[in-house]
């Protein structure tokens, strides 16, 4: 299994759409067998899925992450586990110990009544002033 994980020093990047630097883990056996790390090839800048699709990552480990790159990505076949934040390092050992479904990386905003285990997906206060918003243009 390759474990794919944007990072920008040393940690998860914030934000999955301006990632440059990716870090990856290929998994054997519950342990890491190999660690790799690549940078993005200014070509390639804003084509991050493809570039991950490439090089046959199974898993994104990620903090925010657009809806349309989430999408392309799962359409790629690759798993997305997105609005975590933390050392990189950390989160992957945590990862292999499935530890890191306690929560204890989820970005800020994502607390406990916001997060959707089942999606990964995080409705923080923005989410709901957009939904208000769109409620009263619509009129």
Known sequence: MLIAIPEWNKRISPVFDEALHFKFYQI???EISEIADQELPPLLSGRQIEFLAEAKVNI???GAISNNLQREAERNGIRVIPFLAGDTELVIQEWLSESWQQGRH????CGRRQWRETSGFCSGRGNH???DRNKHSRR
């Open 28 to 30: 054997q056996a519950g």
């Open 60 to 62: 994104l480990i990620c």
């Open 106 to 109: 989820r970005m800020p905003g």
């Open 129 to 131: 002033g957009n939904r």
